[in-house]
């Protein structure tokens, strides 16, 4: 299995450009994460999808931030317009739902906003 | 805040020595995992503890869990530089039967000396 996948792993913008992120789950897992990790606030959950759906997006720091899950098999964190304080690496897991199962992560993506 | 918190925040330990991680947490949870951050990647899932467990062992790695003082402790035994990374807690809030997500601490970065 190729594991979550990400990407781009870097994505360099300016301020004001719309960026979009995407994420490729494990094939069969059906709950889905994007996290977002920065020196200062550390790892924090920006939405989650079981079964396609958004569960909770209460992490979605602004309406610059939006979230979509088409299928099983991909879902894209888009950031428009894009602000410096955006500035993190991003980070997409897939796991099957349960309270017993672990998280697999992707490598991310390293976002800098100019 | 975080749910979890691990304490201390960096350790820093000779190769062989033994290293003890440790998480405290507010709510109540259905299990508690560990995971392990190396720099510059995604994290990996190390070791899953239930609420009703108390110890658990995986290779060189010892978990406790005290819920009566909401609780953790990760310790890997004979470490080696190769252990190098940051490790996370991270507990469950399971809301109801749809909606499950993680929530991490801000990490313990464990330095093994050579």
């Known amino acids: 299995d190729a594991g979550v996948i990400q990407s781009p792993r870097h994505e360099v913008t300016e301020m004001g450009q719309e960026v979009t992120l995407r994420c490729k789950p494990i094939?069969?897992?059906?709950?889905l994460f994007w996290y977002r990790q920065t020196m200062m606030r550390g790892l924090e959950l920006l939405i989650y999808?079981?079964?396609?759906?958004?569960?909770?997006d209460s992490g979605m720091p602004e309406d610059r931030f939006s979230a979509k899950m088409p299928n099983a098999s991909f879902s894209t964190l888009k950031i428009q317009p894009s602000e410096p304080r955006d500035s993190a690496v991003y980070f997409c897991?897939?796991?099957?739902?349960?309270?017993?199962?672990?998280?697999?992560f992707g490598p991310g993506t390293r976002l800098t906003v100019l | 805040s975080q749910q979890g918190e691990e304490d201390p925040q960096a350790l820093s330990i000779q190769e062989g020595e033994n290293a003890t991680m440790n998480c405290s947490y507010k709510?109540?949870?259905?299990?508690l995992q560990w995971y392990r951050q190396n720099s510059g990647r995604g994290l990996v899932h190390l070791i899953l503890?239930?609420?009703?467990?108390r110890e658990k062992h995986s290779g060189r790695l010892r978990v406790t869990l005290d819920t009566s003082k909401k609780s953790s402790s990760l310790l890997i035994t004979a470490s080696r530089a190769a252990d190098t990374a940051s490790y996370f807690c991270?507990?469950?809030?399971?809301?109801?039967?749809?909606?499950?997500?993680?929530?991490f601490g801000k990490g313990t970065l464990l330095t093994v000396n050579p």
């Open positions: 897991a897939s796991s099957r739902t349960g309270t017993y199962n672990e998280q697999f």
């Open positions: 503890i239930r609420s009703n467990e």
């Open positions: 999808f079981n079964n396609n759906v958004p569960i909770d």
């Open positions: 709510t109540s949870i259905n299990n």
């Open positions: 094939s069969g897992h059906n709950s």
């Open positions: 991270a507990t469950d809030t399971f809301a109801t039967s749809s909606n499950y997500k993680l929530t």
